[in-house]
């Protein structure tokens, strides 16, 4: 009898669906996290008990079923572990509203009580004046009455807060208040000018040092409003935009071009990429510079907790434009939204972070396809991925803009569509403008020169938005 032919091996599994595993855990994680904000922590135990028996059963299908049975079982695996992240997740909400509701400061609402802190970030202004001071308190009350006691917060202030360097230990009398949203801590009001205890180190000094001598180049080589916009978008340093082009940038749905996200990490290092490769620089030389770059970008704009977010998404997409599959940085990226989601799920679900993920993903998936069709004979293979990076993270944060409320206008898609090709233009001028400045102001002060055209054209955009038919009122002043 002839011998029969030998069995084909299995096809093996594509690396890349390898490396998507821990894609779907990783959404379940962050869905669970965002839909228990804010829950009672009863209602999110349960969750979690339900999710646990979930991924118990998928466990128990799959091993109770032989292998000779039709069944995905990396499926079913794949199931069991979303629904035990998920059950995970809900548990983290669980202990962290429960540990929010006996904070000493809650029960404090509507009362005057001292608090002693750190500086956590940059002040930001407020409609009505005043500004919003990211704040770490670790002491609440005093004398005999102050208890240790730690939560990040938001302080409502107005004299003596302005320019505190992040790291600047402080104490003050405050009122607090009802928090924001369910889920939230409460926010303070300060009631007195702060009492400086303890003088930030390099990592506040340094980033305070390139504000304010960008706001000196701005001032230099910009005229009007356009003067305080570069610091805005460049560094999110919008304490000199008056509350009219605050106003009329949301409106426009534009406000979000002067937070810092991944978006801004990837224009600055598709720069550098781009510069290096028309040098001739090899492969590895291409990305250890830019590496540098993003190290410097951190430098440069300060180590908040936005930034080192938008640097670690940015890294991921810089891992992405290095290399030919999607799988891995995808998984990547997977990785770090799991972890910040069981870290700090208040972060996970804010719009900057979903933000910052949103556009990574897309470069992920989509910067390497569009780029190959915008290929041309006349233009060259790294102009085109450059234009690919800055149209991909645009358009793709997009529907994230409008399902979070960041843009109020009707005319919120057409406006981030018409300013996308000079966003990347005043960022990566501005960045190194900004960089520039404490070592050779005359020099930082023909890069940020080089962005008056592109910072006109934004400003038009947006008096066009408001202006349509549909768009709210701005009130002056």
Known sequence: MPAEPPAEPPAPRAPAARDLRLVVPTLALFVTTAVTLGMRPAAACALAVVLLVAALIAVAWSVSVGARERLDHTALWVLAVACALGSIGAGVQAARSHALAAHPMVSLV?????????????????????????????????????????????????????????????????????????????????????????????????????????????????????AALLPSFVLGDEGGVSTETRDGFRVAGLAHLAAVSGANTTYVVGSVLLAAAALGAGRRVR???????????????????????????????????????????????????????????????????????????????????????????????????????????????????????????????????????????????????????????DGAVLLAAACAPALWWLETVARIAVALPGSPDVAPG
């Open 287 to 441: 990305i250890f510079a830019a590496g540098l770059a993003l190290a410097g970008f951190v430098a440069v704009v300060g180590p908040e907790p936005a930034v080192l977010r938008a640097a670690g998404t940015g890294a991921i997409g810089l891992a992405a434009l290095s290399s030919h599959r999607t799988g891995r940085p995808l998984a990547a990226l997977a990785g770090v939204v799991l972890l910040v989601s069981m870290l700090d799920p208040t972060t996970a679900t804010g719009a900057g972070f979903v933000l910052s993920v949103t556009a990574t993903a897309a470069l992920v998936v989509a910067a390497r396809p569009v780029a190959v069709r915008l290929r041309r004979p006349w233009m060259p293979a790294t102009v085109a991925d450059l234009l690919a990076v800055c149209v991909v993270a645009h358009l793709a944060t997009l529907p994230v803009l409008v399902a979070t409320g960041l843009q109020a206008g009707p005319w919120a898609l057409p406006a981030n569509i018409a300013v996308a090709p000079v966003v990347p233009l005043v960022t990566v001028l501005g960045t190194a403008a900004a960089a520039l400045g404490p070592v050779w102001q």
């Open 110 to 226: 509507d009362t005057r009580t001292g608090v002693e802190g750190v500086v956590t970030g940059f002040d930001r202004p407020v409609r009505g004046g005043g500004v919003m001071v990211p704040l770490r308190v670790e002491v609440t009350g005093s004398g005999q009455s102050a208890r240790v006691a730690r939560l990040d917060v938001v302080v409502l202030a107005r004299e003596g807060w302005r320019g505190l360097p992040p790291g600047t230990r402080v104490q003050t009398s405050v009122m607090v208040l009802e928090p924001r949203s369910p889920g939230d801590p409460p926010a303070l009001r300060a009631l007195a000018p702060p009492r400086v205890t303890g003088e930030p180190g390099v990592t506040g000094r340094a980033p305070a040092a390139v504000r304010e001598r960008l706001r000196v180049v701005s001032g230099r080589a910009l005229e009007g409003e356009a």
